[in-house]
């Protein structure tokens, strides 16, 4: 099973929006709601930031947001911050486990 | 407050073996489904193998499948991946998080494995 397919990328100044694409297939994204997004810093275990597509836990600001049209979730993120920098991966349910994408690093410029 | 607390990584030679656990709190453990996710040097996450909470269900990922086990003590709240016959590839670091069905939750900080000689 390949990987989620993620830009490598994405930056934007501080208080813009941006939004971060996850790209699968009719197995993975578009079979089920369960697509998850999640946010590492340097050193940093990884950190759940939304989970079954558009849902984000306590304590997440509402700055992030999660939606999916087909095979393709995205994550976007408003109103930059600069602590908002860092690596973002998405991962899908793949009827037995999850499978992530290779990751997106966020630069605050 | 759920935590996560790995351990048993190291600088093992390739075609060793090593033992990693997890121990969980703040949780009811047998619930919930475990998973163990690993990130090289530099690389993005790779799921490696998880086990559901009463042990039905254990599954792993094609690179380690025939190599790595998977187990869990539900009285001890821990879980853990016995690695045999460890390559250069398996180098990185091993997260354990709870999962359930909408993926990873709650991560560990992870375990450093470095497998050379």
């Known amino acids: 099973q390949s990987a989620l397919t993620q830009p490598p990328s994405a930056s934007g100044s501080p208080g813009q929006s941006v939004t971060i694409s996850c790209t699968g297939t009719s197995s993975d994204v578009g079979a089920y709601n369960y697509v998850s997004w999640y946010q590492q810093h340097p050193g940093k275990a990884p950190n759940l930031m939304i989970y079954e597509v558009n849902k984000r836990p306590s304590g997440v600001p509402d700055r992030f947001s999660g939606s999916k049209s087909d095979n393709t979730a995205s994550l976007t993120v408003s109103g930059l911050q600069a602590e908002d920098e860092a690596d973002y991966y998405c991962s899908s349910f793949l009827g037995t486990h999850n499978i992530f994408g290779g990751g997106t690093k966020l630069t605050v410029l | 407050e759920v935590r996560l607390v790995e351990s048993g990584g190291g600088l093992v030679e390739p075609g060793g073996s090593l033992r990693l656990s997890c121990a969980a709190s703040g949780l009811t453990f047998s619930s919930y489904s475990m998973t163990w996710v690993r990130q090289a040097p530099g690389k993005g996450l790779e799921w490696v193998s998880s086990l559901s909470g009463d042990t039905t269900y254990i599954y792993y990922a094609d690179s380690v499948k025939g190599r790595f086990t998977i187990s869990r003590d539900n009285a001890k709240n821990s879980v853990y991946l016995q690695m045999n016959s460890l390559r250069g590839d398996d180098t990185a670091v091993y997260y354990c998080?709870?999962?359930?069905?909408?993926?990873?939750?709650?991560w560990g900080q992870g375990t450093l494995v470095t497998v050379s000689s």
């Open positions: 998080a709870t999962d359930p069905a909408g993926g990873p939750d709650h």
